[in-house]
Nanobody, 115 residues
């Protein structure tokens, strides 16, 4: 199982980042995919998801600021994050959007938004 996220970093409030994730075919090909984040001391939170056909959903906290996209040819998903806020600070992970089936969390990427 491969789930590798990258693209995080340190930005100031109002800044932008784009995260990318490569997933193995076994997960990617037939699953809706999602971006999760985990802030210190909190559980994973699903912030955006996209189906194989491209239908997207967003958590209220990021709607209008984040955009998820998917490249089925490369087994990749991306998260374009705009107007970042300090409360967006977390480690971001990609995984199947079917959260109840998750048994493994791959490599996440740290996003830190300074005020």
């Amino acid at each position: 199982v491969q789930l590798q996220a990258c693209g995080g970093g340190l930005v100031t409030t109002g800044g932008s980042l784009t995260l990318s994730c490569t997933a193995s075919s076994g997960i990617f090909d037939t699953n809706p995919m999602g971006w999760y984040r985990q802030a210190p001391g909190k559980q994973h939170e699903l912030v955006a998801s996209i189906t194989v056909s491209g239908f997207t959903t967003y958590a209220d906290s990021v709607a209008g600021r984040f955009t998820i996209s998917r490249d089925n040819a490369k087994n990749m998903i991306h998260l374009h994050m705009n107007t970042l806020k300090p409360e967006d600070t977390a480690v971001y992970y990609c995984n199947t959007a079917r959260s109840w089936t998750i048994e493994y969390w791959g490599q996440g990427t740290q996003v830190t938004v300074s005020s």
